[in-house]
């Protein structure tokens, strides 16, 4: 047993972590408050031994989960980066070489959501994570403990986000078939959420499938009911028992993918007539466009935190050439003007965002154009000054605007819109 020295000690030191960290969120409040934008620090969270890595989320505390590949750029494993270290999740298999596993989301008490391949062969030949094998939805918790999480009777799913309660909302296969599924998908898809170790699926009426988009900390959870060949879509919000049907923006149907603790969402509107896509805020039952910036038609809404502000990559009409933006206050602005000269990244797709305003994503190296690796940009806190103020002349704007290899755009694209993320189904490219 503890002594009571030894719990006072350990009650102190807690106390003065969380004393600096609501310091540290004050000043960002602050900052916030302060509608001028700040510069921002871009740092290269690095790779498992490959060239590629890709960062998805991240939580209060700064720690990062992602995946990345090993050396031979063969397979990708999920990592957690804490603290300028980045840290090899493995796979239902340990450490195994040979199989896929990723990492979407953490939350404040360090509990990380993925998924991970299975040494089983798929019956149906899926590649539902990049190999043709059984593809699990996972947890990691208890010092990094991966645990497999149920399906829904089905062979494969992917587990998206965890809020702080340990609530964890993906998507899960049926055992139903369905023959409207364009190949190699056979079963059907749905939504669910993990509680206590136990798999709910989430209703789609009137359709027969859909996918999860994210939650928060109420349990709200927002997505897409569906069919397979997504000829017929719905976004919906689930609480509790209730589904509501969250709308349309100029009569094109939502997919959102984030919401925070005040139920506002975004995500991304497709027109089907000309392939154009502009991102929204969802709230109060209502979506509004969050506008474009010059030259940059083409815009995602990737994630929101709990102030509002809203992160996500607006391209050119070919969505070759793309930034990332961070929205606050109505206003838009391209990330990759405020960062201080000689920075080596060019922020490409942002992935999410925390409180304190801390971004994470995918980066390309800004001279050379090389693909890609994980990135974190850190506001200044510090106050703001009329230097940070993006302008023609930033340095920023010195960077060549780089084109992302075909293979990994088209790995981003199967992320938005209606789309299945069915697993780095990729070979990386480092040009």
């Not at 921002?40 to 890709?54: E, H, K, N, P």
């Not at 990592?79 to 980045?86: E, P, S, T, Y």
């Not at 993918?257 to 805020?281: E, H, M, S, Y």
Request: proline residues 6%.
């Amino acid at each position: 047993m503890k002594s009571r020295v030894a719990l006072k000690l350990v009650a102190a030191v807690t106390f003065l972590a969380a004393l600096t960290l609501d310091v540290r969120l004050d000043a960002q409040v602050q900052q916030y408050d302060n509608k001028e934008p700040r510069r921002y620090t871009v740092i290269d969270l690095g790779t498992l031994g490959g060239t590629f890595s890709q960062a998805f989320g991240i939580n209060n505390k700064g720690s990062v989960v992602g995946f990345a590949t090993l050396p031979g750029d063969n397979v990708v494993h999920a990592f957690l980066w804490r603290k300028g270290v980045m840290i090899d999740l493995g796979t239902l298999s340990g450490t195994d070489a040979a199989r896929n596993s990723g990492a979407r989301s953490i939350n404040e008490e360090g509990e990380i959501t993925g998924y991970s391949e299975t040494p089983v062969s798929d019956p149906f030949q899926e590649h539902f994570c990049g190999h043709a094998l059984i593809c699990l939805p996972v947890v990691w918790r208890d010092g990094l403990k991966i645990t497999a999480l149920p399906t829904l009777g089905g062979n494969n799913g992917q587990a998206f986000a965890i809020n702080n309660r340990g609530q964890v909302v993906g998507n899960a296969e049926t055992s139903e078939q369905d023959p409207t599924c364009p190949p190699p998908l056979v079963l059907v898809i749905k939504p669910a959420v993990w509680e206590k170790g136990e798999v709910r699926a989430l209703a789609t009426t009137p359709f027969r499938e859909g996918l999860v988009g994210g939650n928060n900390n109420k349990g709200q959870v927002v997505g897409n009911a569906e069919t397979c060949d997504f000829s017929a879509v719905r976004a919906l919000l689930w609480e509790k028992d209730e589904v509501t049907d969250m709308g349309a923006l100029g009569g094109l149907v939502l997919a959102p993918v984030a919401i925070n603790d005040k139920g506002q969402a975004t995500g991304t509107v497709t027109d089907p007539t000309t392939n154009i896509n502009r991102a929204f805020l969802w709230q109060d039952g209502v979506a509004s466009d969050l506008g474009s910036l010059p030259g940059y038609p083409q815009v995602h809404g990737n994630s929101i935190n709990d102030r509002g502000q809203i992160v996500g990559q607006t391209c050119d009409l070919a969505e070759q050439h793309c930034t990332v933006f961070l929205w606050q206050h109505g206003v838009q602005t391209d990330l990759n003007t405020v960062v201080p000269a000689g920075s080596s990244l060019y922020m490409f797709d942002p992935a999410g965002i925390n409180f304190g305003g801390e971004i994470v994503g995918l980066a390309i190296d800004g001279s050379t154009g090389a693909c890609c690796h994980a990135f974190l940009a850190i506001p200044d806190d510090s106050e703001v000054t009329e230097n940070a103020t993006p302008t023609a002349e930033s340095e920023a704007t010195q960077h060549h605007k780089p084109v992302l290899p075909e293979n990994v755009r088209k790995m981003l694209q199967q992320r938005r819109g209606f789309g299945r993320l069915l697993g780095p189904a990729i070979t990386p490219s480092t040009n």
